[in-house]
């Protein structure tokens, strides 16, 4: 495969959950520092309900737009787990029995408790790669550019290492953040030049409340550490010249 | 206007550094906990970058799927805030100083300080209804069924109490909680079947993981009270048949 100076992807989060507010996502989070730090630039992220049609719609758009694809949730034993059916309908492929995920499972289980609930998370997309789960037995899959993770927090998690081998990614983004005791208006017209003057970087600014005070991180993102540092210096030139405070953060 | 009795919506989360994974988005269920509760369902969540195709795109598909869509971010005073622009060009508007807006940051602000970077958050499309901002002065504003919010979440929550009476919700989703000291592989087949026979009732299966034990939660969700205790029922029977401790949670 040859090397892409920019990858990007798209995460998917699926669960009924998320969109009612009950559970707060932090998935796409932890995917996106993950794929940050391999070189894999988020650029969309989606969250969608238990609904097959949803997630096949998604996922045909997704996969066909970006160079990755991650979903989170609907891989586990229960009626609302429809991820690895939806995946094999996307992909035109039979939903069956993945026989190594079957073999995985049966010697997790003690003897007698890999029942049929269990038994359900073996039935993958034909020919799926599975994605080894060290917290919990159950492996996650992909098919093509398409990687299905679980919903829980500290199981996905745990699975990310083991899939850095199968994603190849850019250069890496990198990124420095300067943190100002000052307010977005009293700089904004300083960055825009400044942003003006370097479109190959991005530069954004985020205001934070923090100990009882206002300020303001201004964050630049590029490939190229020569660019950041070189932006940074004409921040740094404004912030003294206006006697800005610069703060830990 | 006739009220209906299911009335959905999509959430635009507009920016940068939700996609980099620096910020944890909380955003999402905040609006969408205000939204249960006045009976509008989120169906949709996007998270996307700062770029103003992309915005339109977005916009143009989620505003004519959705009945309402609530964005957040990019209203700010910076370069990268341009969600304001962005709606304007969606809709066809002139983008443009809104007086009332004007109005309101001139008397916000005092004496001097109403700079030119502050000016840049009085621009929205013509004829945009504003949306009071208790916390920070600059209002949001909305144009048709599309309410764009700030990203700061503190001033975000401190504006949805004034929104209410702009949005005509169906009958609230109501929603029962049990919570299991099971894994949902023991439950799973009983639930299947549950949901089954109670079609019009969203059940959800969430495991959790609390003060070092495995649980799973069983929502129940329904505009219908009658329709979730008879779900309800139908659960605890098998619950008490297997002999599982229902937990507060």
Redesign the interface.
Known sequence: MIKKTKVNSAIL?I????????????N?????????SIGV??????????IEK?IINSLNFLKTTYDYVFTSGGI?????DITAESVSKAFGLKYEIHKEAYKILEAYYKPGEF????Q?MVWMPENANLILNPTSGAPGFSVENVFCLPG?P?ILKSMLGGLTNSIVGGDP?L?LTISLRTV??????S??KI??NNKDV??????F?QAGKLGVSI?I?SEDQLKIDDCNSQILEFVNEKKIEVVDR
């Not at 630039?41 to 238990?50: F, M, N």
């Not at 586990?76 to 609302?80: A, C, K, Q, S």
């Open positions: 989060i669960g009924n959950e998320i969109l009612s507010g009950r559970t707060q996502d932090t796409t989070s932890t995917i996106a520092t993950w794929l940050n630039k988020v650029e969309e992220v989606r969250v969608i309900p238990d949803t586990g034993p229960t009626h609302d029942n049929e609930g269990r359900k829980v500290s983004i990124s977005e208006s009293e700089i904004a017209s960055i825009t942003q003006d991005e530069i954004g600014s985020y205001p409340f964050v993102r």
